[in-house]
Every structure is written in structure tokens, then in C-alpha cells.
């Protein structure tokens, strides 16, 4: 536990900004999604395996705020997939430490996916390793590393998690 007299409003500003980017995935709110990142930034989803050995290889890489336009404008525009709703869980969200001005995090993450036509399934289950930071008076992801469990997930990651 971090000994700081800002730990509390640290904790919460964090939960919010947690809160606010699984509304976002849930609501389609997909547009809105590069707005929760600082704009030299990395958001990375890699395998427990990778992530345990030190392995740079990752499912999905973006290396700035650019890089997750890119990967909006392929979600909307590009990519071909069935309709499909996404739910994210956020659970023991936690604030492990301060370097400079950014907060270090981490939490646990599930995702439940329901296409149309089938019921809903657990899509992945996962811990979040993230770097935050203030900027223009808001909390955003200097650096969002979501560390999945499993190799072979049962469906594309198509969303962001």
C-alpha cells in the first residue's frame, strides 16, 4: 500500500478513468476511445506467456495515440466482422506506485462477448499493467499493457480492452 496522503483520490481517479474506458468499449463508444490516451503513448495486448519471459511480441501494438486512430479507422472502416456486444469487468484495481508524475496500476480484466445469434461467452480473462498520467487536468494512459492468459483465444480481439 502506497504511504501517501493522496492515496484515496489517487485510487478513485483511477477507478473512474477504468469505469469511463470500459463504458466506452461496452457502449460503442469507439470514436471517444483515443481521448483516454496521452499522445506518445503504447497500448500493447500480449499473451502471459510473452509477457513473463520478457517476449516483445504482442497480439496488438500501438506505439501512440496515432497508432490507436489507425486502429479505430480499421475497426470501423475496414475490418469485416458478425455484430457483436462486449462487457468488460474491471475488479482489484489497485495503485502500486508513483514514478515522476505518472501513477502505476494494475487490475484484472474480463471480457464477455455476445454475438447475436449466440450466448453469451467469456472471451478473456486478464491483468492490465498501466502507466498514468494527468494531462490537460485529465487522467489518461501514458501506457496500457493488457497481459492475457491464454494463447488461443476463443475469437479475434476486434475491441479494445
Known sequence: ???????VQDLYAVQDLYARYSECVCDDALEDW???FVEECLYR????VNHDRGLPVSLVLAESRGGIIDRLTAIRNTMVFA????SHAVTSVRVTGREGGDLLSRSMLTVHQTMSDQPTGLLLAARTFDRLRFDDGVLRFAERVVVCDTESLPSTIIYPL
Open 1 to 7: 500500500m502506497i504511504d501517501d496522503r493522496h492515496a
Open 34 to 36: 483515443p481521448g483516454f
Open 45 to 48: 495486448i500480449v499473451p502471459r
Open 83 to 86: 455484430p457483436r456486444y462486449m
